[in-house]
């Protein structure tokens, strides 16, 4: 069993590391600031921490777009500095929409169209353990446990605890 680890774990160790900045990161960035600067343009509209209250409306959407908004800007600057390339728009699609990422959509829809049909637990089970076999083939009786805690949790929490009906 250890010799097993141990080789799992080198072939973790052997795969080829991150790269320092992905392609299209400035691209990212950049949207994510048009977005969440809309967003926060938005919540100025409610009366919340910039207009002096403290418990109103738009206190909390003002207060987590604001630090948003500065984690963006570190990353802006770290990005600045490590002098990356801005890599071209081709490469950015190709690695913000990798085919893991669009399998992974497609996944999200199924669930969200299957729920109605098969229900919270059932299509919930199905889902977590699909992701983490696709994601990782490697042990699939402790995923399909993983999996079968997780609704279980879920179902304990929400519907025995709070009492909210499930899907």
């Known amino acids: 069993m250890a010799e097993e680890h141990s080789q799992e774990l080198d072939q973790d ?4 590391p991150l790269p320092t900045q992905g392609p299209g990161e400035y691209l990212l960035v950049g949207l994510l600031f048009l977005v969440v600067g809309a967003l ?9 921490i910039y207009q002096g209250y403290t418990n109103h409306a738009g206190t909390l959407p003002q207060t987590v777009i604001s630090l948003i908004l ?5 990353q802006a ?3 600045l500095r490590r002098r990356g390339t801005l890599g071209s728009l081709r490469e ?11 399998v992974l ?8 169209f299957l729920v109605e049909l098969l229900h919270f637990e059932i ?8 992701c983490m076999m696709f994601l990782d083939w490697r042990r699939p009786w402790l995923k399909l446990l993983v999996s079968l805690g997780t609704v279980a949790g879920l179902i304990l929490v929400f ?3 709070f009492h909210i009906v499930l899907p």
Do not use: H, N, Q
């Open 105 to 112: 959509i497609v996944g999200v829809s199924a669930y969200a």
């Open 77 to 79: 600057v770290s990005l």
């Open 92 to 102: 950015a699609r190709s690695y913000l929409f990798s085919k893991d990422v669009l």
């Open 159 to 161: 519907y025995t605890i």
């Open 40 to 48: 926060f343009l938005e919540s100025l509209k409610l009366p919340g």
């Open 123 to 130: 299509t919930t089970f199905l889902f977590l353990w699909s």
């Open 13 to 16: 160790l052997a795969s080829p």
């Open 70 to 74: 500065l984690l963006l800007g570190v």
